[in-house]
């Protein structure tokens, strides 16, 4: 049974509270709430702080975020398209000089992440699966989701221009919003839909108007079926990572063993799609005539393991919500860490898109925090 003392969601939604997005899970959550919640803080005595619950969980919020951001703001993103939309060396089974295998590139994040949650779960519990609460088949179905996700991603950038890829990457929040309806029963007021709608709406508008693609990529009907894939399993997979923390218990599966259930059945599952696909000969054919290609492929697959150790832990503290919004709001701040280092002009309508997403944001921050307050007065 989950402890009385374990944090709640930074912007968990109870029937007390003001209902905000974008953030944990409320509906879902009713049922569980009198186990996995701490209970409503006293009035403070006089001088104490007001509600430290409330800036200790914008404390973990920051870690998390800022995690994410260094993990797959820097070199994540860039090495994923450098090695899917470059024309390397040919080789006999790759004469376009593309890289023969989007499959390869999942195989290769999953391998490595499998050794870290190895030996983080080794170290914190001693044993890596006789202290496990949640049955290793309980993350199958999120670990193909996930191997589904990441590849449709990578398959895609053959295909999509930049505009479409920025606004199917930039609609995530509603779909993981449904998503939690369709797998947890989880409800949000149509409020909520109308706030998630701005901040896709603005995440796009400064994307596309603050950022032209490098590279001259035509949008194909190939190229949307991946996108919607992507779309699809990346939203089953953050949902079902949350149901397992509800399921099993939020404090009896840390971080660690959802990272190693997700990649134990995932390595296997992108295995077999290497050997069923007869790719292996391919890959060391490509490395052998293009060594840099391994390099960006390791780089890719350390960044990918870090950022995995954020993603479970974000949504193990505040849901699948709010990673979906952290990750979204990623590519605004790329760009302006891009136009600020490279002196790259920003457009009205781009600054428009970014005044209407941290509108939203700081305004539902700002009513979630009065509504606490009152509550502890």
């Given amino acids: 049974?989950?402890?009385?003392?374990?944090?709640?969601?930074?912007?968990?939604e109870t029937k007390d509270s003001d209902r905000s997005i974008p953030t944990g899970e409320e509906g879902f959550a009713d049922e569980h709430s009198k186990r996995n919640e701490s209970p409503v803080l006293n009035t403070p005595a006089s001088g104490a702080p007001a509600n430290p619950d409330f800036?200790?969980?914008?404390?973990?919020?920051l870690f998390c975020f800022t995690g994410l951001q260094v993990s797959y703001?820097?070199?994540?993103?860039?090495?994923?398209?450098?090695?899917?939309?470059?024309?390397?060396?040919?080789?006999?089974?790759?004469?376009?000089?593309?890289f023969p295998?989007?499959?390869?590139c999942v195989f290769s994040n999953r391998f490595l992440a499998i050794i870290v949650a190895i030996i983080a779960v080794k170290i914190k519990h001693g044993s890596v699966l006789a202290n496990n609460v949640a049955p290793l088949m309980a993350f199958a179905p999120c670990a193909l989701s996930n191997t589904m996700s990441s590849w449709s991603q990578y398959a895609s950038l053959r295909y999509v221009s930049f505009p479409v890829q920025t606004v199917f990457k930039s609609s995530k929040i509603i779909p993981v919003m449904i998503m939690g309806k369709v797998l947890k029963g989880t409800g949000y007021p149509s409020s909520q839909y109308v706030e998630a709608f701005f901040i896709t709406v603005g995440v796009a508008v400064f994307s596309i108007f603050s950022k032209s693609s490098d590279k001259d990529t035509a949008t194909e009907v190939i190229g949307l079926l991946y996108m919607v894939s992507y779309i699809c399993f990346d939203c089953f997979t953050s949902q079902w990572q949350d149901k397992i923390y509800v399921k099993y218990g939020r404090a009896n599966v840390d971080p660690y063993q959802m990272m190693l259930g997700v990649n134990s059945s995932a390595i296997v599952m992108t295995t077999?799609?290497?050997?069923?696909?007869?790719?292996?000969?391919?890959?060391i054919e490509f490395f052998q005539t293009n060594p840099s290609v391994l390099q960006y492929n390791i780089v890719t697959a350390i960044t990918s393991a870090t950022g995995q150790l954020f993603i479970y832990t974000t949504i193990k503290e505040f849901g699948p919500i709010?990673?979906?919004?952290?990750?979204?709001?990623?590519?605004?701040?790329?760009?302006?860490?891009s136009s600020f280092i490279f002196k790259h002009p920003m457009s009205v309508k781009a600054l428009c898109g970014a005044v209407i997403v941290f509108g939203v944001l700081f305004y539902q921050i700002r009513r979630k925090y009065l509504a606490r307050q009152n509550r502890s007065n």
């Fill in 1 to 12: 049974m989950v402890g009385v003392n374990q944090m709640k969601p930074l912007m968990l």
């Fill in 55 to 61: 800036f200790s969980q914008v404390l973990r919020f």
């Fill in 73 to 98: 703001l820097t070199l994540w993103g860039y090495m994923q398209e450098l090695i899917m939309t470059t024309t390397f060396e040919p080789t006999p089974s790759a004469p376009d000089g593309k």
């Fill in 101 to 104: 295998s989007a499959a390869f």
């Fill in 272 to 283: 077999a799609g290497l050997l069923l696909n007869g790719d292996i000969p391919k890959i």
């Fill in 322 to 337: 709010v990673f979906t919004v952290i990750m979204t709001t990623r590519q605004m701040i790329s760009i302006c860490i």
